[in-house]
């Protein structure tokens, strides 16, 4: 496992809901090789892309936030190389992972999943590939808020 820092993270007005993950340290359980480090779904660019190893079950990939935030959503940019079943996972530590969202029946695409809880690490953990292939995101997208919870107007649906 190697972890990568990109520069170029900002801190959002308490309160506000924010992109939180761009440009932060990410991590992944493997990379299908060189160009696909983790840090490449993290920085902000389209047709860069973050690639697991291929033909294994399961894979994460990481983003250290860089503090404890109110997680509100997170939006999934796959490649053709998606999950079929995966978990968004957060964590205060890095360590002990609490499940925020399961998804079952990936179609690839765009993922725009609302998560609630707060947390400094997010993961995406894999649990089954829709091909033969690796995972594969060209972006993995955090949003939250910082210095408190979210207003009301940005409370999830309890439901």
């Given at each position: ?46 047709g ?63 993922d ?35 210095g ?7 409370a999830?649906?309890?439901?």
């Open positions: 496992m190697r972890a990568y820092q990109l520069t170029g993270g900002t801190t959002p007005a308490p309160g506000t809901e924010a992109l939180l993950s761009q440009g932060r340290a990410a991590s992944a359980s493997s990379t299908e090789g060189a160009g696909f480090e983790p840090g490449l779904a993290f920085d902000g660019q389209s860069t892309r973050w690639a697991s190893a291929e033909g294994a079950d399961p894979q994460w990939l990481r983003v250290d936030l860089g503090t404890t935030a109110a997680l509100t959503r997170v939006r999934l940019d796959w490649e053709a190389a998606y999950a079929y079943a995966y978990r968004i996972q957060s964590s205060t530590d890095g360590t002990t992972w609490t499940d925020r969202a399961t998804v079952t029946g990936g179609d690839g695409g765009t725009d999943i609302t998560v609630t809880g707060n947390a400094r690490y997010v993961r995406v953990y894999g649990t089954q590939r829709a091909t033969p292939y690796g995972y594969s995101l060209y972006e993995l997208k955090v949003y939250g808020t910082t408190g919870s979210p207003t009301p107007a940005q999830p649906n309890p439901a």
